[in-house]
């Protein structure tokens, strides 16, 4: 069980690696802030923003769960639930990456 448990932790390691990566990498080719958005100017342009963030929403999840209150507090459920569904979607992430490397590398 052990071993299984290193494994995940692992994958969830390459997915929050590869998504904060690919958001700086995207903030600072494109010059704009990194956002969860499906929109665009054409259709290309559109599943460009969604691949976007499919790959980078971990990161930008971890960003939302820090953002301050009207009065200046953090909310700890904020920021619980975005740690949450961050590490779920960079488990998905690490998951498709190593995945896609081990079939590359050994296939």
């Known amino acids: ?17 590869i998504s904060g990566a690919g958001t700086h990498l995207y ?16 259709f290309a342009g559109s599943l460009g923003n969604l691949a976007m963030s499919f790959v980078c929403g971990p990161y930008i999840m971890l960003q939302l769960g820090w953002r301050h209150e009207e009065d200046g507090t953090l909310s700890m459920t904020s920021a619980l639930v975005s740690a949450v569904v961050a590490f779920g979607w960079a488990f998905i992430t690490g998951l498709m990456f190593m995945g896609i490397y081990v079939a590359v590398r050994f296939g």
């Open 1 to 17: 069980m052990t071993k299984e448990l290193l494994l995940a932790a692992f994958l969830i390691g390459v997915g929050l690696s």
């Open 27 to 42: 903030q600072a080719v494109f010059k704009q802030q990194a956002m969860l958005r499906y929109d665009g100017s054409t």
